[in-house]
């Protein structure tokens, strides 16, 4: 996740939910976002995590809520001042997003994660350790004997 270094105010302004955005210079709960996904279990599933976070700025992680999707894009309407640029209509889940802790606090790491994929290849080596049959899902299965004709 990206890191946002949070800009103290000058002198001892005290930090309220009411005031904390507006000394945030990164905004960085809009250049994200979370998508929840099903639980993967089987090699199928981790076949399907592996193909969706090898799509640039892709990660995925599991919490104490489940395993989702974790996208680094920045919203298009987040304006350089670090403004929205459509407020007065923006989603709903911009409107309950609550700034009580948010990344201003400090940045998201590996460890406010049960797990977290940061790429590609930190999945895949879950994926072998969780797997013992891993790297033969690709190979071609051997036919099927001849079935004995009936009589
Ligand atoms: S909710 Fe947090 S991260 Fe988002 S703009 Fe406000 S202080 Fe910054
Ligand atoms: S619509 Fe506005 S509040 Fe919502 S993520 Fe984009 S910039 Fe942020």
């Not at 199928?44 to 104490?64: C, G, P, V």
């Not at 590609?120 to 797997?131: G, H, P, T, V, W």
Request: hydrophobic share 30%; net charge positive.
């Amino acid at each position: 996740m990206n890191t946002i270094i949070p800009i103290k105010p000058a002198g001892r302004v005290k930090i309220t939910p009411d005031n904390k955005c507006s000394f945030c210079k990164g905004s960085t709960c809009c250049t994200y976002l979370t998508h929840q996904i099903d639980t993967p279990r089987s090699i199928e599933d981790f076949d399907m995590l592996l193909w969706q976070i090898s799509h640039a700025n892709t990660q995925a992680y599991k919490d104490e809520d489940g395993w989702f999707l974790l996208v680094n894009n920045r919203c298009l309407h987040l304006a350089d001042d670090g403004r929205c640029g459509i407020y007065e209509t923006r989603p709903q889940i911009c409107r309950d997003h609550s700034n009580d802790e948010c990344e201003f606090d400090g940045p998201c790491g590996a460890d406010d994660f049960e797990l977290f994929f940061p790429d590609y290849a930190s999945l895949l080596k879950f994926c072998r350790k969780k797997f013992k049959r891993w790297d033969q899902r690709l190979k071609p299965k051997k036919p099927a004997g001849k079935k004995r004709a009936a009589r």
